[in-house]
């Protein structure tokens, strides 16, 4: 079974949202250190880090459970602090 759709969601952080975009599209390997109980671990499987087009794989714990979901960075937009990534 797989789901289709937009995602968006609100987070409240103790970093700037400058600050947090940068470690998410930039260096995403820190979001593990960010957030331990959460993200295991993120892998880089094609790519270069922070690069359009790039394939990350993130490991996380979802109800108890560890789970696995790929990510295509699609789009990153420094100037307004955004992104647009696609999993699979």
């Not at 797989?2 to 975009?21: C, I, M, Q, W, Y």
């Not at 880089?44 to 979802?62: D, T």
């Amino acid at each position: 079974m797989s789901l289709t759709g937009k995602l968006e969601t609100d987070v409240e952080l103790k970093a700037s949202a400058e600050r947090f975009h940068e470690m998410l599209c930039s260096r995403p390997y820190h979001v593990s250190n960010a957030s331990p109980g959460k993200i295991l671990g993120v892998d880089l499987h094609e790519g270069e880090w922070g690069k359009e087009g790039s394939i990350i794989c993130w490991i996380y714990v979802h109800d108890g459970e560890t789970k696995i979901a790929k990510q295509r960075v699609e789009e990153i937009d420094s100037k307004n602090t955004s992104g647009h990534f696609r999993c699979y």
